[in-house]
């Protein structure tokens, strides 16, 4: 079982920072890439930032030059740095990981690579 946690939300004023987390446990084989998503009321999720296990970042324009992803690998670990925040970064945000993980059913052992989610942390920029 693969559990993914967030930690780090909460509320702040415009042009305050903010760290979240993330961690990945359980029966993990390889992790491939991390990243955050966030989902504003009545909008759709999209992706803020992500890091491959080699290491290359994606951002979303509207976070570049504000947010950075950075990864503990021996923890399997994401951060994301938020400063300059906005009011327009208020969203729920979502930690995503995308690996291969074991499972073992009956005796029989079975490798699959999924994507994993965590349950999600509130984020609130005030004007």
């Known amino acids: 079982q693969v559990r993914v946690v967030e930690s780090g939300g909460g509320l702040v004023q415009a042009g305050g920072s903010l760290r979240l987390s993330c961690t990945a446990s359980?029966?993990?084989?390889?992790?491939?890439?991390m990243g955050w998503y966030r989902q504003a009321p009545g909008q759709q999720r999209e992706l803020v930032a992500s890091?491959?296990?080699?290491?290359?970042?994606t951002y979303v324009d509207s976070v570049k030059d504000r947010f950075s992803i950075s990864r503990e690998y021996a923890g399997n670990t994401v951060s994301l740095q938020m400063n300059n925040l906005r009011p327009e970064d208020t969203a729920v945000y979502f930690c995503?990981?995308?690996?291969?993980?074991?499972?073992?059913?009956?005796?029989?052992?079975?490798?699959?690579?999924?994507?994993?989610w965590g349950q999600g942390t509130q984020v609130t920029v005030s004007s």
């Open positions: 359980g029966r993990i084989l390889s992790l491939y890439a």
């Open positions: 890091i491959t296990n080699g290491g290359r970042t």
């Open positions: 995503n990981a995308d690996l291969l993980a074991s499972d073992q059913q009956g005796g029989v052992v079975t490798t699959s690579r999924k994507n994993f």
